[in-house]
């Protein structure tokens, strides 16, 4: 048990510029093929046993209702003393990132998770597409004009009715950070984005630094289980070497090295054994030259987001949807 109680407080904090406290790693609830709820929740309430403190869940995902149901487990079994002990994000779809649809989509979140409120409500992408198409496979003419003034408002005011104690986005560019930041009443906390050593993300991150915006990475591993993941990280010979070297797992220098940064990794693994992995990061350090090394990984995007692009939409490009 003491053991255990040791590494609940591995886990770091940061202070976002809402003035609330994330702990710095999260475990991420996405899953292809979806397991049951009770599986799902089991997993998760194990989580907790562990450790893990900040769940990364979202619409689309369809793990509210499965997270949920293992904080109430976990309430009932006195793994945490209470609801703020835990630290839950979850986030808006393009299908309700519309300004009217956004206070419904939490409001419709907070159900299925059984809470009061969530501690960040982040814009999934700076994507709209029409309320009634599949929120996937959706037509390329369901893409719609992205209103990031309206629906960053309702972001606000879901923000002012504490439904969610902090707000963010996910997947912006400086650019469209810049946008926002023209025009938003309460700035966002939080910017998570694709982020791993082969993927580094340096301009971005300078930008949410001098902004004062929170970086966290999901893919911190580069998503080698997923269709449009790679082998760049957990091939990388160089991270090889330095796990050697330091008798650590190669997926272990991968999160000290985001972690290092800076960054808040969401590390997405229902392996008991890496889970417990994951989280022994934070009693070590890498060397000015490993991280010397790591720095010279050659770069790739990992998720391209074409499935956002159109000739007849709003990003015509890639590049556009990236700037």
């Known amino acids: 048990m003491e053991n255990q109680e040791e590494e609940k407080k591995m886990v770091p904090e940061v202070v976002l510029s809402s003035g609330h406290r994330m702990p710095a790693l999260g475990l991420g609830t996405a899953a292809l093929p979806l397991p049951p709820n009770q599986l799902l929740s089991s997993i998760f309430v194990d989580a907790i046993k562990l450790g893990y403190r900040h769940f990364d869940t979202a619409s689309l995902y369809q793990t509210e209702e499965a997270l949920g149901l293992a904080i109430a487990e976990a309430l009932k079994q006195g793994l945490i003393a209470g609801r703020d002990d835990l630290f839950i994000t979850t986030k808006l779809w393009c299908t309700d990132a519309h300004p009217n649809l956004v206070l419904p989509a939490l409001k419709a979140s907070l159900q299925k998770l059984g809470l009061d409120y969530v501690d960040l409500y982040l814009v999934h992408w700076p994507v709209r597409v029409k309320h009634e198409a599949h929120p996937i496979h959706f037509a390329k003419e369901d893409l719609l004009l992205f209103d990031m003034k309206g629906t960053w408002e309702a972001m606000e005011e879901c923000h002012s009715l504490d439904l969610a104690k902090s707000i963010g986005v996910s997947n912006f ?4 950070l810049s946008d926002l930041l023209g025009h938003a009443s309460v700035p966002p906390a939080v910017n998570q ?13 300078e930008f949410c630094k001098e902004n004062g915006i929170h970086v966290c990475a999901w893919s911190p591993l580069a998503a080698n289980g997923a269709s449009w993941g790679s082998l760049a990280v957990m091939e990388s010979p160089i991270l090889k070497d330095i796990a050697m070297a ?27 054994e890496r889970m417990k992995e994951n989280l022994q990061i934070f009693d070590w350090e890498l060397s000015g030259e490993e991280l010397d090394k790591i720095s010279r990984i050659p770069q790739r995007r990992g998720f391209s987001g074409e499935m956002f692009v159109s000739p007849n939409g709003p990003y015509k490009s890639i590049e556009e949807i990236w700037d």
């Open 246 to 272: 330091k008798g650590k797992s190669l997926a272990q220098i991968s999160l000290r090295w985001i972690h290092e940064q800076g960054v808040s990794p969401i590390v997405k693994s229902f392996d008991k």
């Open 193 to 205: 984005v694709e982020m791993n050593p082969a993927w580094q993300q340096n301009e971005l991150r």
């Open 173 to 176: 560019s400086c650019k469209k």
